[in-house]
């Protein structure tokens, strides 16, 4: 017997610096805040909402994003070992592409460009997270 899955309904993001990558999120994305912890939250708010874990939770078209705080030992992203590899979003058209890559520039992230997969019909924008690694 197979589970029957009909879309992602969340995924959580563990990020070495929340302020700054919640800055990166909200400059990029733009998606709304579900829920975070305010700054002076009560011991029952900080209680109820333990399982934001210091984070934020967005909301964007197809579920939730999380952003949690990563140990302070762990200071940077890799794709190599067991877990995450990457998280790919999808946009309504290239022009949108266009524009997301416009964006990047502009906000100092490199990507790779714009690659067409004309032999499944996609068309793609890399790029890594700035705010996977420890400011210097």
Known sequence: MTVAVTNVSHLRLTVTDIGRSSAFYDAVFGF??????PE??????????????????YAFPG?????????????RFDEDPAGLDHLSFVV???DDLTRT???LEELGVDHGGIKHLTAVGLAIL????PTASRSS
């Not at 002076?40 to 939770?57: C, D, K, Q, R, Y």
């Not at 579920?63 to 200071?75: I, Q, T, V």
């Open 63 to 75: 579920g939730l994003l999380g952003l949690r705080p990563a140990a302070p030992e762990f200071d």
């Open 126 to 129: 890399e790029f890594r997270d």
């Open 40 to 57: 002076n939250a009560g011991e029952m708010t900080a209680e109820a909402l333990s399982f934001v874990f210091g984070g934020v939770i």
């Open 32 to 37: 709304d805040v579900v829920l975070e912890v």
């Open 101 to 103: 890559a416009a964006l």
């Open 92 to 94: 309504p058209s290239v």
